[in-house]
């Protein structure tokens, strides 16, 4: 094991040259970039030791899409891969932002963020659509006897 990163999934695309190491960069944990339109370049991945600081962890896969030509890395977990015992991973979708397209603001589908005072307080469940008076249809009884609810199959007669 090295305490280098390792690239993988490298394709050169003339229209996105090397970029020096420490290029600015943008890092998405989601799996999908927040841009409109980009070109997938290949995947980076940067493996460290236990002990080195994640920032270093991150620093490397950075370095090694600033290599592939990238500007973003989408789809990078938040918390490291762990491979092996001692071992640290990052692993990442390198892309470029194809030139003269607008980057994505927001997602109109999705919801507007909670406020502070909404994501303080606790959770609680909506109520049903019904009006709570309702109960459920009970079995049908014989002669006003309540129904048998002695099983038919006991838990030690299934194998």
């Keep these: ?9 490298s ?27 980009w070109d997938d370049l290949g995947v980076a991945e940067a493996a460290c030791h236990i002990s080195d600081p994640i920032a270093e962890c991150l620093r490397r896969l950075k370095s090694e899409a600033c290599q592939l030509g990238g500007d973003m890395i989408y789809n990078v977990p938040r918390k490291p ?36 005072e909404e994501s303080s307080g606790p959770v609680l469940p909506l109520p049903s659509g019904g ?7 009970s079995a049908p009884t014989i002669e006003g006897k309540p129904p048998d609810r002695t099983p038919t199959v006991g838990p030690r007669d299934v194998y």
């Design 1 to 9: 094991m090295s305490n280098g990163s390792i690239e993988t999934g």
């Design 11 to 37: 394709t050169s695309d003339a229209r996105y040259p090397r970029r020096p190491s420490g290029c600015d960069l943008a890092i998405y944990f989601t799996p999908v970039p927040g841009v409109a339109v």
């Design 81 to 116: 891969l762990r491979p092996r015992d001692q071992v640290l991973l990052y692993r990442g979708q390198v892309a470029h932002t194809r030139a003269g397209t607008p980057k994505k603001i927001e997602d109109p589908d999705l919801p507007p963020p909670a406020s502070a």
């Design 131 to 137: 009006t709570g008076t309702e109960t459920t249809p």
